[in-house]
């Protein structure tokens, strides 16, 4: 067999304007969250790497639905049992076709991305890891895309390999080709986007280079379904997992989507109601897909949230809401070099990144870069983002990041260049 | 409005934290340790390395290396000024005084014994920095409690909680 040839780490899937068309002033009114005063100043909320705000849309329709269809679903003969169980499915029909799955089939519903990953991992993994199999994860994942894999590789025997980052945090693919030669991956799993850097990794080619190898993919989506829109067929890859709160959805609902017939040869994940089809003393048989995969009474009103986010999303349209934050991150990078001694995490070019953009400057640790920010109503974070390898590799304890969504503006990027100011008046000597 | 921000800022910022801040005291290794502490703040990353040595029931020197914000580091670096040479009894009653300070007890905020740790007093306005004020205390309370236990034997470090 060839060797695969070289992958572009800069490689782009769709084609980048940095500028945004979006009417943001419009947007905002939808957002009640973002019309408050914060510590006697409006409040710049660049914060949407660890949740979005949600809008008047999904937060009536979660009131509309407790007020009127609240009820258990598949589990009552009852009109209400009825209307949410209509509900329930709607939306995971809903969130398959926007995604791209060949079936509402394909969509389990999860607590959101960590607990999608756990699913696999532990369901996939007990089934299909041995001693001597690895498992193929990189420097920059989110620790819910790496811990996951510690566990059932510590339960197994099969060991983690990893791909490191470049000086820009992109993924060094020119060792991918090795790596899979050695014949022992099984599984791969990366971020579509990492929550630290903002670097948007080239998944299509990805998974490309895996499925000649015939290793199995899954991508941490938490940041790509949010701001990139999805398509896992384009995509190419075997499992696709989100969470509903980066996009504009509630807390407590996410998504694993699957293969069918890889979902349909794993053995469930929890044991409960909803998930069996018949019960023996000794054993029982499961439900089909996606129930098999669903134990309990799932959060049904989230569901409900997630369909009016996506159908929200869909309307403001994932091309522009990707342009919005990529002008927006080349705006800030331009600013931010102004400032005396900054350092900028990630990809240089904005066409390369979604809206994060993680910084540190000398004079002040980035708790107290955060405390000082919020003094003036702007929310970022600070920390090490559930990224601790991310944070290794470039020698840091902690970053400050500011993560923006489709209604942030350049007035407040001009507000977070301007408190890094008064954090050099406080700081400095 | 809701607050103004300036002096709240500069509240948590006193001068005395930023100048320990910027020039902490009796930082580095410690030669000839006899009790040895590493504390971490899970949520934050914050941490510390605390070396004591302890003759009798005296600390006779102490040092400490670290790596976090502002008002952690200052807080190590004061209360080092501060136990340094005292008793362990009289450092106990330090971390307890400066822990109910930073809970907001406004007796512990007036109580002298504190010295210029007092000027952590507006820290306990913003909750989410608590913590980190007291991470010091936290691996000081540790470290003589350490001590206390191996008395008369020899340093035992590296073991971490
Ligand atoms: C890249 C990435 N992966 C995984 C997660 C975990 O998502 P959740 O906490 O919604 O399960 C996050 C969110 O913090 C993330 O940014």
Known sequence: ?429 | MSSIPEPQLSSLYQELILEHYKRPRNRGELEGGTVEVHMRNPSCGDEIRLQLRVEGDAIMDLRFVGEGCAISQASVSMMTTVVKGGRLDDAMGLAKRFTEMMRGDPEAARDRSLKDLRAFQGVSKFPVRVKCALLGFDALQEAVKRARGTEGSPAVPGATP
Request: hydrophobic share 40%; charged share 25%.
């Open chain 1, 1 to 429: 067999m060839d060797a695969p040839p070289p992958v572009k780490t800069s490689a782009q899937t769709r084609p980048r304007s940095l500028s945004s068309k979006l009417d943001v002033e419009r947007l905002r009114r939808d957002f009640p969250a973002l019309a408050q005063m914060v510590n006697g100043r409006p409040l710049a909320y660049l914060d949407n790497a660890a949740t979005s705000q949600k809008p008047l849309r999904v937060l009536d329709a979660l009131r509309n639905y407790y007020e009127h269809d609240n009820a258990n679903v598949h589990r009552g003969l009852h009109e209400l049992s009825r209307r949410a169980t209509d509900a329930y499915e709607g939306a995971r029909a809903r969130v398959a076709t926007w995604i791209g799955a060949s079936s509402p089939a394909e969509v389990i519903w999860t607590r959101g991305t960590t607990e999608s990953i756990n699913l696999v991992a532990a369901s996939w993994g007990s089934a299909n890891l041995k001693e001597g199999d690895e498992i193929l994860v990189s420097d920059m994942e989110h620790h819910s895309n790496l811990v996951p894999w510690q566990l059932i590789a510590a339960r197994t025997g099969a060991k983690l390999r990893f791909l490191e980052l470049d000086d820009e945090g992109r993924l060094i693919l020119d060792a991918l080709p090795e790596i899979l030669d050695g014949g022992r991956v099984r599984i791969a799993a990366l971020s579509h986007v990492s929550n630290a850097l903002g670097t948007i990794n080239p998944i299509a080619e990805i998974s490309k280079l895996l499925h000649e190898a015939g290793v199995l993919f899954l991508v941490d989506g938490a940041q790509g379904a949010a701001h990139h829109g999805v398509n896992v067929r384009e995509l190419g890859v075997d499992f696709y997992a989100c969470s509903g709160h980066k996009m504009c959805g509630p807390t407590g609902i996410g998504v694993l989507w699957g293969r069918r017939e890889l979902l349909e040869g794993m053995p469930p994940y929890q044991g409960g109601g909803e998930m069996i089809d018949r019960v023996e003393r000794d054993y029982s048989t499961w439900a089909a897909l996606p129930h098999k995969f669903e134990a309990g009474t799932p959060n049904i009103a989230g569901t409900v949230g997630l369909h009016a986010a996506v159908d929200y999303l869909d309307e403001i349209g994932a091309d522009a809401i990707l342009a919005h934050e990529q002008a927006l991150v080349a705006y800030a990078l331009d600013r931010l070099r102004e400032v005396p001694r900054v350092r900028l995490f990630g990809p240089s070019d904005p066409g390369e990144r979604a809206g994060v953009v993680s910084f540190t400057v000398p004079e002040a640790h980035p708790h107290d870069v955060s405390t000082i920010l919020d003094s003036e109503g702007i929310a970022i974070r600070a920390g090490h983002h559930c990224a601790q390898l991310v944070m290794r590799r470039f020698g840091v304890p902690a970053t400050a990041r500011a993560s923006f969504y489709f209604y942030n503006t350049r007035d407040e990027v001009d507000r977070l260049v301007q408190g890094l100011e008064t954090v050099r008046s406080v700081f400095g000597d």
